[in-house]
């Protein structure tokens, strides 16, 4: 079953154009065709009823005399006045047969009129009239059954021109249609590409340009302050973002300085221990505010590529290395598949940052003593590194969503902190390195991939 | 003894920096107020000039900048300071020698003015 929202308006403007159209034609078609047949039986019944009157008039002799012939030679004329007539019968006031002209051969059943002096029954007019003598009396009856060839002709013919002028009119209906709502949703598919493309790269100053009064010109300009406004606000939380997080380097850095002196200063315990876990939590804050100045960066497009070019393994040793450091679980990320000695052309400290955040959440999200795998190949002059853990894996419906900012995977049994920007800021590098990220997920783990174009110079090791 | 000048309008900062590298054995002169610094710079007579980017009411590549243009400080090695990492990454273009990140770890710190001083 077609459903008919989901017919573009484009297609439903010239549906109900030529529908309408059609139907209109079809009603103003049949009208005409119903008043012709009927103005047509209304004339064929009052010249088959004058000639039956002429016969019963002319019969009144031929029955007074009992003379047959001449009512038959009577009845034979018939044949030059009006074709149509198959069969004529003139009975006497019994009902019997008197004489009898027939097309066909002799039938002495008749369609019975009743009271009536006329009847249609299928294709044939049945018509009778009285024959009644000088002395006013009734003598007998004329039969005539007239065969209306004529009408079946004329009513194929009529609803043959009514069928190819619907046929011409759904044409033109079609066309017409077609042009005018052209016109119509021209504009309004254009301001949905638009609108698609604000949304899809996040540039709400596009304006778009309509002088229309009608209804659509007034979506169009509701649109336009729409955009003029999200642009605002937008630019607004950007700023404020960018300043606020701006402003919270500067108290972190003297947090960060003096604990970092202090945990060289002090030996004992507990002390120590509480410089770590402070050394800790400053460095989760340090990160998240980075993550919120990349994300006023990514959206103001302040957000620049130093392109180099490097070794792509070096720095997933390095990052591994980095990581590893760091990791107080019992957590072994491993190297494996292809090691491609490939030269990349990227901004480096950003693929890092992509690769951290990927192993950091790979780390989080495994289970204790679990390894990571990661690994690079290379495909259709594509790298692709792979980063693989065996957690709890990430719900169907969530795949997409996890690229977007502020979203964080729910269903998980541990808190895990942040703000759900680490896989927004890393798609958003891999795309300006005209790459890819993408996550296949099972109940056994997940595996993230990144790829990124690469410059052929691949000494296979 | 290596003299280094720092140059920043946050004191916490000052105070931070000047710490610690009195404790690695350099000599430390602080100010707040960018406008002192060609005078800090005559009586201090620094190997190196620690230069905080976003001063209240100037630039530190424009301080930076001119620096580099007058006779009597162009050889005095600049370091920018920032918290905008964006801004500090043109140290280029000013003619300071190289960057520091706020927020920055004390190793970051030493290795850098170790090396440029």
Redesign the interface.
Known sequence: MINLRNISIQNKLVLIQVLTSVFVLAIFFTGFIMIDIKDYKERKVKSIQSIAKVLAANNVSTIQFQDNEAAKDILSELQNVAPDIVRAVITDTDGNTFAQFSKTKADSSWFDLGNKTFAFEGRHLYVTNPIVNAENELAGHVYIDCELSELEDMKSKKFGIAGISLVVALGCGFLIAFIIQTYVSKRLLFLVEKMKEASETNNYRLVIKDDGKDEIGILIKVYNDLMYQVNESQQRKDEFIGIAS?EL??????????I??LN?METRQPQQIFIQKTKESTAKL?HLIADLLDVS?INSG?L?L?IEEFKMDELIDESIDSISAGIRTDHTIIRNGTFNDLTVKGDRQRIEQVLINLLSNAVKYSPPRSDIFVSSTIKDEQLIVEIKDFGNGIPEEDKEKIFERFYRARNTSVHISGFGLGLYICSDIIKRHNGKIWVESGAKGSSFFFSLPTIKKSIPI | MKRILVVDD?T??LN??K??LA?NSYAVETIADWKQLNNAIESFRPHLILLDISLSGASGLDLCDELKKAENTMHIPVVLFS??V?MA?RVSECGAVDYIA?????KDLLVIIEKNS
């Not at chain 1, 380097?249 to 003096?258: A, D, E, M, N």
């Not at chain 2, 706020?102 to 004390?106: D, E, L, M, N, V």
Request: aromatic residues 6%; glycine residues 2%; hydrophobic residues 30%.
């Open positions: 701006h380097k500067t108290p972190l850095t003297s947090i960060k300085g003096y970092e002196l060289e340090e960066r302040q620049q130093n | 946050d916490d900062i931070l920096v710490t610690i404790l918290a905008n964006e990454k706020k927020p920055f770890s004390i």
